[in-house]
């Protein structure tokens, strides 16, 4: 079977066991087992909301450390353009993608201009007729990977295209051997991520079978070099290294992927909760007349990723206002040297049931039929005290051999209180033999 | 051996317009849970959904019951709405009797039993007028 990487984990040490998570994880993927959260691999989507809920840090992504980057002759940073929006002095992409040459990057290319050549492929597969509606954006890999193991009548309508991060990396991949005459394993590329999910989407991409990117760094671990950096940099004389236009940058922000293609006829959705219930209506065919569906597993988008520093809203008005400066025609001039064909993927994401109670559909309804029996006897209070996200969960932990019944408390104090009863019984019948005698 | 049924019962309210497509909604959860095919789901969803709609938009409601088994899937949906006076006529793509305030909501495309037709292995409607509609779809798998 596949092996599972992914890379939201938990920090053992730090857990407290106090189960706040587990409510809060969209594909149930959290379970507290002897006062500890494990994270069934399988499930997880790295959406990120368990880093997000945890009080006390026990939730982390792993992501790469900016030191990583020494391994490679030659470095590459593909900023997603969500780092724009984290810096309350810049008012200049070009001061950030400076920065990140000054602190040991030899090289920067935006992932935002590699948006805007995902927005062209987008039009051209649409102009071909070859992508039937409604579109869903691949750009979220939480989204896809939760189209797979739990959407799967929807996987057909994925946007067959590399995301706006491998579109990037392997233009730098090529250009950059191009440049220095390197081997391909001396160039490190290294996106800065706003979220987990990315990280696992360059280990264990969908839709082509390696991913061009060598590492990910999370924003927040590079925030204070780079603010270091950015303060230390001559403004008046910094390399032109910026070429993405509106469009592109606007990707780090609800709707702008959808509005750098369309006019109407779109939906643009953020917020995993929100994803969700969208996906089981366009799974009934419920939205007759949308083309293009937008879905985001962060709210705003991807400026309030788990791994960003500023809030999601300052980032998004800041982005706002270096996207007013640029142009929004710049998107088809200047184009890298990539065709339509270099961009699509290779292979469709396969459907992987995360949900099926057996592999055996009848023994599949006799652990159903067992699980609705569980089920009658819990309280159905959904507590969670028994670490189990809903009494429906544990008694489908408990089919599965994962749990109890007398993980729940209310069934062991019933439980507690009937051996008391037994005892007090006994004791009775003693007192009575003694008198007896 | 296929003896063992799985079914489910569910009282579908006209009044609570939140909870409509909540019966087919659920029967899709059991179904991916039993691990029935991606394309299965989407049938018996959509027949299911529209089989419901129906039910509240021109009959004040009803019941739909699910009989699941490895090899095929029935739904009963039952009203005591008006009935369909021509059965032929509101099978036919487009036709549809559904009031301004059902059309206002985003119903009465008339397509909802062609759909059903569509989607479903079998369908089988009985209804009297004044008395009200059974609609029994199988979906095989
Ligand atoms: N359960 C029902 N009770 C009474 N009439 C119904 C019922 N289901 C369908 N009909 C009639 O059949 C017509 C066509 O139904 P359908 O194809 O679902 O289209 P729509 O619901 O969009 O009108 C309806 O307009 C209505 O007149
Ligand atoms: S929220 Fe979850 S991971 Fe964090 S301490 Fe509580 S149980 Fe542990
Ligand atoms: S990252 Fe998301 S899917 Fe994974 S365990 Fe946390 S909440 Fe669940
Ligand atoms: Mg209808």
Not at chain 1, 136 to 165: E, H, K, Q, W, Y
Request: hydrophobic share 40%.
């Amino acid at each position: 079977m596949q092996q599972y990487f992914h890379s939201v984990t938990l920090d053992s040490d730090k857990c407290k066991g106090c189960i706040n998570c587990i409510k809060h994880c969209p594909t149930e993927a959290i379970r507290v087992r002897q006062s500890k959260a494990h994270i069934i691999k399988e499930r997880c989507i790295d959406c990120g909301e368990c880093i997000r809920i945890c009080p006390h840090n026990a939730k982390k992504a792993v992501t790469d450390s900016l030191s990583d980057i020494e391994k490679y002759k030659y470095k590459v940073a593909i900023p997603a353009p969500t780092l724009y929006g984290q810096f309350e002095t810049v008012d200049d992409i070009n001061v950030v993608l400076n920065a990140l040459k000054a602190i040991g990057f030899d090289a920067v290319f935006e992932v935002a201009r590699a948006a805007e050549i995902v927005t062209l492929a987008t039009k051209d597969l649409i102009l071909q007729n070859r992508i039937s509606f409604p579109i869903i954006s691949t750009a979220c890999p939480a989204v896809v990977r939760l189209i797979r193991v739990r959407f799967p009548g929807l996987i057909d309508n994925l946007l067959p295209l590399l995301s706006p991060m491998e579109v990037a990396a392997k233009i730098m991949r090529k250009t950059s051997i191009e440049k220095t005459g390197l081997k391909p394993e001396e160039i490190g590329i290294f996106f800065i991520s706003p979220c987990a999910a990315k990280m696992t989407d360059s280990k264990e991409p969908l839709g082509t079978s390696k991913s061009e990117v060598d590492g990910v760094i999370a924003i927040k671990d590079i925030y204070i070099p780079l603010t270091k950096a950015i303060n230390k940099l001559d403004k008046d004389n910094l390399e032109s290294l910026a070429s993405a236009g509106r469009h592109g940058v606007g990707w780090a922000l609800n709707g702008g992927e959808a509005s750098a293609l369309t006019d109407d006829e779109y939906i643009s959705v953020n917020g995993i909760n929100n994803v969700i219930s969208v996906l089981e209506e366009l799974d009934e065919n419920k939205f007759r007349n949308i083309k293009f569906a937008e879905l985001g597993a962060c709210t705003g988008g991807c400026v309030g990723g788990p791994l960003t520093v500023e809030n999601g809203f300052v980032a998004d008005t800041r982005i706002k206002s270096l996207m007013r400066k640029l142009s929004k025609y710049t998107m088809e001039s200047n184009m890298p040297d990539i065709r339509l064909e270099d961009v699509l993927w290779t292979s469709k994401p396969e459907y992987f049931s995360i949900m099926k109670l057996d592999d055996d559909m009848e023994k599949a309804m006799q652990k159903m039929q067992q699980m609705d029996e569980i089920f009658e006897r819990l309280p159905q209070l959904d507590c969670g005290s028994c670490g189990s996200p809903s009494c429906k969960a544990l008694a489908e932990d408990i089919v599965r051999g994962k749990g109890n019944e007398m993980d729940c408390v209310f069934n062991l104090r019933k439980r507690v209180q009937s051996l008391a009863k037994e005892m007090i019984n006994l004791d009775e019948n003693m007192i009575n033999f003694k008198y007896e005698e | 051996m296929s003896d063992i049924v799985k079914t489910l019962h569910y009282d579908v309210d006209p009044k609570d317009f939140d909870s409509v497509g909540e019966a087919s909604g659920k029967t899709k959860n059991v179904l991916r849970q039993l691990g029935f095919p991606p394309e299965v789901l989407r049938r018996v969803a959509i027949a299911m959904y529209e089989g419901e709609i129906n039910m509240v938009i021109h009959a004040n409601g009803g019941t739909a019951d699910v009989e699941i088994s490895p090899k095929q899937i029935k739904i009963t949906l039952k009203d005591n709405g008006p009935g369909i006076p021509d059965i032929e006529k509101a099978m036919q793509k487009g036709y549809s009797t559904a009031s301004e305030e059902a059309r206002s909501l985003g119903f009465g495309a008339g397509m909802g039993l062609f759909n059903m037709d569509t989607y479903a292995d079998e369908l089988n409607i009985t209804t009297k007028i004044g008395v009200g509609t059974t609609v029994e779809m199988i979906i095989r798998t």
